[in-house]
């Protein structure tokens, strides 16, 4: 198997991780902080909007590479683990059917842009 093949790979399981967090979000054996996580990890992951935008070189990719999957693995550590077994077999099962999109998540990124641009006018301009 090539290393692209294997990236490939990499990426359908953490999308698939990702969709059964996005399950487990709505279980109600899920405490209310892993439920937060979850919501910012799942938000990010789906919302049309990065924080650093793909066509930045070698940072566009940067928070898909490591921010995504540390929040993903510090979610799950707080979920049930028959819970997240559970989601993890609906997932598996349903696949991503339904693509959640979560637009609070990038109304806050752009909100977060809005002020670093009206930082940079107002310091440096």
């Known amino acids: 198997m090539g290393r692209f093949e294997s990236w490939k790979k990499k990426a359908k ?3 698939r991780e990702i969709f059964a967090l ?3 979000y709505r279980d109600p054996r899920v405490p209310w902080y892993a439920k937060l996580l979850i919501l910012a990890v799942v938000g990010y992951a789906f919302s049309p909007i990065d924080l650093i935008p793909d ?3 070698i940072l566009g990719y940067l928070d898909d ?3 995504l999957p540390v929040g993903v693995t510090l979610a799950i550590k707080l979920i049930p683990a028959e819970v ?5 077999a609906k997932a598996q099962i349903h696949g ?3 693509k959640p999109r979560i637009w609070i998540v990038a109304l806050l990124i752009l909100g977060l842009w809005a002020l670093v641009l009206t930082w940079i006018v107002l310091h440096v301009f």
Do not use: D, G, K, T
């Open 65 to 67: 590479l490591i921010l």
């Open 22 to 24: 996005y399950l487990a």
């Open 96 to 98: 991503m059917e339904v």
């Open 84 to 88: 997240m077994s559970e989601c993890r």
């Open 13 to 15: 399981a953490l999308q």
């Open 55 to 57: 066509f930045i070189p």
